[in-house]
């Protein structure tokens, strides 16, 4: 019933604010002052897959973007405008892009069946499954195809997010942040990494490398 659940909603945030204020009194006012994560998660919006749970870390260490699948699209405002405030204002030291094997989205795409409005973010995915077609038609087995496809979604949009101006301006500003690639295993619970640390421009394809701004002179 909708009302046990909301009650177990409510319930929950009352023993977590005290057994917070236990532990520590001082937290939430503290908490309320400000924020200053070092990381910005991208991650799928899986229920499975919560990013300050899973990385030991609490509320205020970690800044977080979720959508399906966990793509990075260049037209998507929603997600570009989370990156630049998390680069450009709280000025993070960490991007992470994190999917996770069994996801529900990846393994939509690997079908050709329709499944309503969500197809057109699904083709997101399925512009990695077509770039790398022949590596995932070669496995035979259904579930590692599935886990491969997760991999190669993670490290494309790894590469898309590196694209963006936002990354590029700001490796060229301070040299920050690094960005990561990871997938998370719901059955043991362990990230992996499967997509190289990039830490400038060097690390991505010259053809999407944007050329340092001129800078202004006064006259």
């Excluded at 077509?130 to 997760?150: M, T």
């Amino acid at each position: 019933m909708p009302e046990d659940t909301y009650k177990q909603l409510k319930d929950g945030n009352r023993k977590f604010v005290e057994l917070t204020n236990l532990h520590n009194p001082e937290f939430f006012s503290s908490l309320s002052e400000t924020q200053k994560p070092k990381a910005l998660w991208i991650g799928c919006a899986d229920s499975r897959v919560p990013a300050n749970q899973i990385t030991g870390t609490l509320p205020g260490e970690v800044f977080v973007h979720r959508n399906i699948a966990n793509v990075v699209v260049h037209t998507d405002l929603n997600c570009l405008s989370v990156l630049e405030y998390a680069v450009n204002v709280l000025e993070v030291k960490l991007v992470v892009v994190c999917g996770h094997y069994g996801c529900g989205g990846v393994a939509a795409s690997l079908s050709n069946k329709s499944h309503g409005m969500i197809d057109n973010w699904l083709n997101h995915i399925k512009d990695v499954r077509r770039l790398h077609r022949d590596e995932l038609e070669a496995i035979e087995d259904e579930d590692e195809r599935l886990r491969r496809l997760v991999e190669l979604n993670v490290i494309e949009q790894v590469n898309n997010l590196c694209a963006t101006s936002i990354i590029q301006e700001s490796w060229q500003k301070r040299k920050l942040p690094y960005v990561h690639g990871w997938v998370y295993d719901i059955s043991n619970g362990i990230l992996k990494d499967v997509a190289e640390k990039v830490t400038s421009q060097h690390g991505i394809s010259d053809i999407y490398r944007f050329e340092p701004k001129a800078k202004s002179v006064k006259p």
